[in-house]
C-alpha cells in the first residue's frame, strides 16, 4: 500500500532521518508533540500493531529494539521515553502503516489522552 511513509522510504519524499538499518527506518515527526518525536516505521509495510501475525514476530522485536536504539541516538533514554503505537481510527492512527512514536525530551502528562 502507498502511503506518505512509503513514499519517505522510497526517498520520493524527504524526512530527517536518525536511524536505519535493514528492518525500520526512523526519523523526526513533522508535528512533533515533544521535544523529540520520532516515528519508528518498518520496512515491510504492516497496518498497525494489531494487523501484526505470528510471522511478524522477529519484525516487531526488530521495531522496539529500533525504538530503543533511537531513545540512545536522540539522548533521552536516562530521563526516559514514551513509546506509543495508535491503531486505527479511534485509537489517533493518522497513517495507515505501523508506527512507533518514539517521544521525550521532556516529563510526559498522563493520561495521555
Keep these: ?3 506518505i511513509f512509503s513514499k519517505i522510504m522510497a526517498r520520493e519524499i524527504p ?3 536518525v536511524y536505519e538499518d535493514e528492518h ?3 526519523f523526526k515527526d513533522i508535528a512533533p508533540q ?3 518525536h520520532v516515528l519508528v516505521i518498518p520496512k515491510k509495510y504492516i497496518h498497525n500493531v494489531l494487523t501484526l501475525e505470528e ?3 522477529e519484525l516487531a522485536g526488530q521495531i522496539l529494539l529500533a525504538c530503543s536504539k533511537v531513545a540512545q541516538l536522540m539522548g ?3 530521563g526516559g521515553a514514551r513509546i506509543v503505537f495508535n491503531c486505527g481510527t479511534d485509537g489517533g492512527q493518522a497513517v495507515p502503516h505501523l508506527h512507533a512514536h518514539v517521544l521525550g525530551g521532556r516529563k510526559l502528562g498522563w493520561p495521555p489522552g
Excluded: K, N, R
Design 76 to 78: 533521552i533514554e536516562e
Design 15 to 17: 524526512a530527517d532521518i
Design 55 to 57: 510471522s511478524d514476530t
Design 34 to 36: 515533544a521535544p523529540v
Design 1 to 3: 500500500m502507498e502511503t
Design 24 to 26: 525500520v527506518l526512523a
